[in-house]
Structure formats: structure tokens, C-alpha cells
């Protein structure tokens, strides 16, 4: 016979389990789609999508399709009887291993510490580092993010406080810690189609209206590497303010 469906980790394996890190794969066609980490039962919990926050992600529109379709969301536990640090290096290199995932952001610690080309690393790690001398907005943008442009990317949509960030004298592109781009936001609004047309709208989030950095800033950032205290490895935030 069949072994019945589990939904649940009895409360004495949860226990030795400690943290672990799993990936949440379609049945339809064996494709890993979201790779997360927790400890309990949270793993079943977002198979279910029942701890998503977001309805209209990309990796809720997945899980929702998959259960019209009449089926489960399979998952593996990929490592388990982690510490909560082991756990978020772990998650970060299957990110960089699963090109395509629904995570919405590079896993913890991802953009900075991920994979990268060797020439990648020389760059980063022997460019000057930046001064702030202005408020500087830093966002972390993802790779898979820059279908369009570098100010697209940055623009939208990010979970921050709209009054800080209304602060920043410029705001700062960032990719595995080098800064790539300078812009200055002439108003943050709500992210969704009726202020951000074509774009989807993401609740609790805000979008920039914008233009690029002048000349001056320009020359004074990008091709700069932020400098170590905000680069923490383990961060998951890609949002950081310099005052």
C-alpha cells in the first residue's frame, strides 16, 4: 500500500530536524521552482501557500496552478540539522545552482556572496570604495531583474519606509556589491498598473519616478564597491540606507 499523505513532521522529528532547507517542485514536470529554509513544519506550511504574504507572486500563481491541476506541491528536504548561518549559506548556493526559481530576491547574503565569474570578483573586490557623502539609497538588484534596463530594475517595487526613502538625495543600483548605477527618485509611489502602467501591482510596496543621477554623481559612485558595513553576510534585505 501507498504511504499515507504527510502533511506534518511529528513534534519529535521536528525537533531533531533543526533548521533544514528545501525545494518546492511542480509535479507536473519535476521543475524545482522555490528553494527556502526554516525549521517545524514550515515546509509543508508553503506548500500549502499558506504562509505567502503576497497573493499575486509569481510563486503563488505556480502553487495555485498546481492544485487546479489536481495536484500537491512535491518538495525534498535538501539539508537538514542545520544551525540558522549554515542554513542560510546553504539556501544561497542552491539559488545560484536553480537559475529560473520564483524567489523574489537573491537568497540571503545571495547578491553579495553568490556565484560570480572570477572577473567578477577581481572587479568587485579591488574597486575603490564609496564615500557617502549624500544620503544614498542602496538597492540590491537581482541579475534576473535586468530584462529591460538598469533604471526599470531599480525603480520597482520594493518593501521600504516611503518617508525615508523620500530622504535620499540619490539612489544607488547595487549588484553583488558593486555599484552599477545613480538615480535620483522625483517622487516613491505605490507599485501598482495604475502608476507604474504595464507593471503589476505588488501590495505594500513602493516604486520610484525618476531620472538618472548627474554627471557628478555618476562619477562619484558607480564603479564603486560599497563599503563592508553594508555588505553583512546573511543580510536578505536588498534595501539599505547610508545617514
Do not use: C
Not at 126 to 135: G, M
Not at 170 to 188: H, N, S, Y
Amino acid at each position: 500500500m501507498p504511504d499515507p499523505k504527510i502533511d506534518s513532521f511529528p513534534p519529535e522529528v521536528a525537533e531533531k530536524l533543526q533548521y533544514y532547507v528545501y525545494r518546492l517542485i511542480d509535479p507536473r514536470n519535476g521543475e524545482t521552482f522555490y528553494i527556502g529554509k526554516g525549521k517545524g513544519n514550515r515546509v509543508f506550511a508553503h506548500a500549502r501557500g499558506d504562509i505567502e504574504t503576497d497573493s499575486l507572486s509569481e510563486k503563488m500563481t505556480r502553487i495555485r496552478s498546481i492544485h487546479i491541476a489536481g495536484f500537491d506541491v512535491a518538495h525534498v528536504i535538501h539539508r537538514h540539522g542545520l544551525s540558522e548561518k549554515s542554513a542560510f549559506e546553504v539556501e544561497a548556493a542552491l539559488i545560484d545552482a536553480y537559475p529560473g526559481i520564483t524567489n523574489i530576491m537573491d537568497g540571503h547574503g545571495n547578491s553579495d556572496f553568490g556565484a560570480m565569474h572570477s572577473s567578477e570578483i577581481i572587479k568587485r573586490y579591488s574597486a575603490e570604495t564609496a564615500k557617502f557623502e549624500y544620503k544614498a539609497l542602496l538597492i540590491s538588484v537581482n541579475r534576473s531583474a535586468l530584462d529591460s534596463s538598469l533604471y526599470e530594475a531599480t525603480r520597482y517595487a520594493w518593501r521600504l519606509s516611503k518617508k525615508k526613502a523620500n530622504e535620499a538625495e540619490v539612489v544607488l543600483a547595487t549588484i553583488q556589491g558593486l555599484i552599477v548605477g545613480a538615480f535620483v527618485a522625483d517622487e516613491w509611489i505605490e507599485a501598482n498598473t495604475a502608476n507604474f502602467p504595464g507593471r503589476e501591482t505588488v501590495e505594500g510596496r513602493y516604486g520610484f519616478k525618476g531620472h538618472e543621477a548627474p554627471v557628478e554623481l555618476q562619477q562619484q559612485y558607480v564603479g564603486k564597491r560599497t563599503p563592508d558595513e553594508f555588505r553583512k553576510k546573511g543580510a536578505s534585505n536588498p534595501i539599505r540606507y547610508t545617514w
